[in-house]
């Protein structure tokens, strides 16, 4: 990894920047206040949320093969109440996250590109049920793992987090795919998804601080080795902060990678001592082929769509992202070892 753990934000800013970020926000949460019109309530158990809760919030379509594993992988670390928006699956997501005891759920036609590809209607479910609750907000395909995830739960983590005056908690997301052709993974639905999916790329990893927001940026991985070699520049970012202790008046700018205020993206400052965590992504299951080829139609996951035709075609192509440099996933620890993920002063 190149520059990761040495890296420290410096936070000076003119009065100029600090305004223009200020109008920034209030616009971005008029967009979510605008964005609940589009969404129709399927079933509603906010009524159960407690003071305490832990609340995780997802936007999907077309998850059903990978649901049952994530909200059981979630309950046990320890989210109360999941908030969910539906948008407009195909399959029995819907159907399926009704029966749950612990989902309320919405439902939307509307675009998923003209929503800041869904950050507008999860904007909404924040500001309206998240206020003072530490909040989860990832997509179905992300698993989180952190410094001792085997032995403590999101609560422990967040109540240290309450003791430190952190209001966030950043996380790196890591490609994990196959050995050998995406294809002939054979993923049983429900299944853990990292039986399948079990290497990664260990190194290659570049970080680069950027002052508007003072966040790091992170790329690297399978994706920038394979498709954007030659645009390095235009490879997924892979840094989040998905992890944060919400307030009505907070705004996610692009996905969960950059919020508003500034201070929450500082997750990666070495000089905050804080613990990383790794959201594991199990995007490269078989079903990506034929989501490929949908998606290439739909053009509503990225914002310079005419960037990733090549992206699409090659996943469409069914290759094997696997290389002799991979590595075989084993625990936290070892994602710890190579610098992927820090406990900080979390001991």
């Given at each position: 990894?190149?520059?990761?753990?040495s890296?420290?934000?410096?936070?000076?800013?003119?009065?100029?920047?600090?305004?223009?970020?200020?109008?920034?926000?209030?616009?971005?949460?008029?967009?979510?206040?605008r964005?609940?019109?589009?969404?129709?309530?399927?079933?509603?158990r906010?009524?159960?949320?407690s003071?305490?809760?832990?609340?995780?919030?997802?936007?999907?379509?077309?998850?059903m093969?990978?649901?049952p594993y994530?909200?059981?992988?979630?309950?046990?670390?320890?989210?109360?109440?999941?908030?969910?928006?539906?948008?407009?699956?195909?399959?029995?997501?819907?159907?399926?996250?009704?029966?749950?005891p612990?989902?309320?759920?919405?439902?939307?036609?509307?675009?998923?590109?003209?929503?800041?590809?869904?950050v507008?209607?999860a904007?909404?479910?924040?500001?309206r049920?998240?206020h003072?609750?530490?909040?989860?907000?990832?997509?179905?395909d992300e698993?989180?793992?952190?410094?001792?995830?085997?032995?403590?739960?999101?609560a422990?983590?967040?109540?240290?987090?309450?003791?430190?005056?952190?209001?966030?908690?950043?996380?790196?997301?890591?490609?994990m795919?196959?050995?050998?052709?995406?294809?002939?993974t054979?993923?049983?639905?429900?299944?853990?998804?990292?039986?399948?999916?079990?290497?990664?790329?260990?190194?290659?990893?570049?970080?680069?601080?950027q002052?508007?927001?003072?966040n790091?940026?992170?790329?690297?991985?399978?994706?920038?080795?394979?498709?954007?070699?030659?645009?390095?520049?235009?490879?997924?970012?892979?840094?989040?902060?998905?992890?944060?202790?919400?307030?009505?008046r907070?705004?996610?700018?692009?996905?969960?990678?950059?919020?508003?205020p500034?201070?929450?993206?500082?997750?990666?400052?070495?000089?905050?001592?804080?613990?990383?965590g790794?959201?594991?992504?199990?995007?490269f299951?078989?079903?990506?082929?034929?989501?490929?080829?949908?998606?290439?139609?739909?053009?509503?996951?990225?914002?310079h769509?005419?960037?990733?035709?090549?992206?699409?075609?090659s996943?469409?192509?069914?290759?094997?992202?696997?290389?002799?440099?991979?590595?075989?996933?084993?625990?936290?620890?070892?994602l710890?070892?190579l610098?992927?993920?820090?406990?900080?002063?979390w001991?």
């Amino acid at each position: 990894m190149t520059g990761g753990r040495s890296h420290t934000l410096t936070s000076g800013q003119s009065w100029v920047a600090r305004y223009r970020l200020r109008l920034k926000r209030r616009r971005l949460l008029w967009r979510c206040l605008r964005a609940r019109q589009h969404l129709t309530r399927l079933v509603d158990r906010t009524a159960e949320i407690s003071p305490g809760d832990i609340l995780g919030i997802a936007v999907l379509r077309n998850e059903m093969a990978r649901l049952p594993y994530f909200l059981q992988h979630y309950r046990d670390l320890g989210v109360s109440q999941f908030l969910i928006v539906d948008n407009e699956s195909t399959d029995d997501s819907a159907a399926y996250l009704q029966e749950q005891p612990d989902v309320s759920l919405w439902q939307t036609g509307a675009s998923y590109r003209d929503s800041r590809f869904g950050v507008d209607w999860a904007g909404w479910l924040l500001m309206r049920y998240g206020h003072g609750h530490w909040c989860l907000t990832v997509d179905a395909d992300e698993i989180l793992t952190y410094p001792h995830a085997d032995q403590r739960s999101l609560a422990d983590l967040t109540r240290w987090l309450d003791q430190r005056g952190a209001k966030a908690f950043g996380a790196m997301m890591l490609d994990m795919y196959p050995k050998g052709p995406i294809g002939d993974t054979c993923y049983q639905p429900g299944a853990d998804p990292f039986a399948v999916l079990d290497w990664f790329d260990g190194e290659g990893y570049t970080w680069e601080y950027q002052p508007r927001y003072r966040n790091i940026s992170i790329r690297g991985g399978v994706r920038k080795r394979l498709f954007f070699a030659r645009e390095p520049e235009h490879a997924p970012h892979l840094h989040k902060v998905p992890l944060v202790r919400w307030d009505r008046r907070f705004a996610y700018v692009s996905s969960t990678h950059i919020a508003l205020p500034p201070v929450l993206n500082q997750v990666f400052d070495a000089r905050g001592d804080l613990p990383t965590g790794v959201l594991l992504h199990n995007k490269f299951l078989e079903e990506v082929l034929e989501k490929s080829a949908e998606e290439k139609q739909r053009r509503q996951h990225f914002t310079h769509v005419e960037r990733y035709d090549s992206y699409y075609d090659s996943l469409i192509a069914n290759p094997d992202l696997w290389s002799p440099q991979s590595l075989q996933y084993q625990d936290w620890r070892q994602l710890e070892n190579l610098g992927l993920m820090t406990r900080g002063a979390w001991a």
